[in-house]
């Protein structure tokens, strides 16, 4: 077990997945670490899809969470602090002193994501975001990333491979965004991911220096300001640019023996809701279709999206 934080965000309304993706996690998850800590944003959203159904949701959360601490002594729940003391500690530590948005412009967290970092008892933090699925696994493979951002100063932080393996080793993204980094199953990214990553809290912060909070483009800084969130870029576009700026990169592998990977449901459907049980139980046994392998998002063969995309279709139309 090593000296390691998993971190997971979660808010009131990522209940309905949560009930059944959090336990999945701490099952694939919880063997390789020394502390899990369940940060918990009970700060509303305005205006977006960040911000449903909460009051309904909140004590359902919190009732998930008590029922997980009583069962492990390793599990520690926080609330986000947004006092004007820990905005400014925060603040002084990854941004230099300068502004710390509390919400991206879409009402997504973003306060949070530091404030989690900043919480974990050990340096090495693994965060999670609520709805990731993960497979494969490895117990070992939270020690490897450990020691490949040790032992290479290019990199700021270590990820899961998106998706279950190809076994041409190849993987289902544009080639603009990434490169081969010599190992099999092994891919250097320019672009920084929030829903999973493994950093050393101190040397991310020492790589990529203070970092800066950007304004979003003004169309999006309106619509933020009109439903009343801030009129900020989300956080991982701004560790993305000070990446490129700096020559680092953020590095997906699999590992060793059957290794780690993640899926990310990207909706939430009826259908999505009713299948999954039966998706978290194939991710975990590794029942795969080849359709699905190399793929980060849940592809159609293991959810039927068609209900999504006629309500999307429709809202479209209605515009």
Not at 78 to 99: C, I, K, N
Not at 280 to 289: H, T
Request: glycine letters at 6%.
């Amino acid at each position: 077990m090593s000296a390691v934080t998993l971190q997971i965000n979660l808010a009131p309304t990522d209940h309905p997945h949560a009930r059944l993706i959090l336990p999945h996690q701490l099952r694939q998850l919880g063997p390789s670490v020394r502390e899990i800590l369940l940060v918990l944003d009970l700060h509303r959203s305005q205006g977006s899809r960040f911000a449903e159904a909460w009051l309904e949701r909140k004590p359902k959360m919190e009732a998930l969470l008590a029922e997980l601490r009583a069962a492990d002594p390793r599990v520690r729940v926080v609330e986000v602090d947004y006092s004007p003391a820990t905005t400014q500690a925060l603040s002084e530590r990854f941004f230099g002193g300068s502004r710390l948005p509390m919400k991206d412009s879409r009402g997504g967290p973003y306060h949070s994501y530091f404030f989690g970092v900043a919480q974990a008892a050990h340096r090495h933090v693994l965060h999670l975001d609520a709805d990731m699925l993960i497979g494969g696994g490895s117990r070992s493979w939270v020690t490897e990333a450990a020691e490949q951002l040790a032992a290479r100063e290019e990199l700021v932080s270590c990820s899961p491979l998106s998706g279950p393996p190809r076994a041409d080793g190849t993987i289902g993204v544009d080639a603009r965004w990434y490169e081969p980094d010599g190992a099999p199953q092994a891919f250097r990214f320019r672009r920084f991911s929030s829903r999973v990553f493994l950093v050393d809290r101190d040397v991310m912060t020492r790589r990529l220096g203070p970092l800066r909070a950007r304004l979003a483009p003004p169309i999006h800084a309106l619509r933020a300001l009109r439903a009343g969130n801030p009129p900020y870029r989300e956080p991982e576009n701004l560790v993305t640019r000070t990446m490129a700026r700096k020559g680092l990169w953020r590095l997906d592998f699999l590992g060793t023996g059957p290794g780690l990977w993640t899926l990310h449901p990207q909706y939430r459907s009826p259908t999505f809701y009713a299948r999954l049980p039966e998706l978290i139980a194939r991710v975990e046994s590794g029942d795969m279709p080849d359709a699905q392998r190399g793929q980060e998002n849940v592809h159609d063969s293991l959810v039927d999206w068609s209900d999504v995309r006629a309500a999307r279709k429709r809202w479209w139309h209605r515009k």
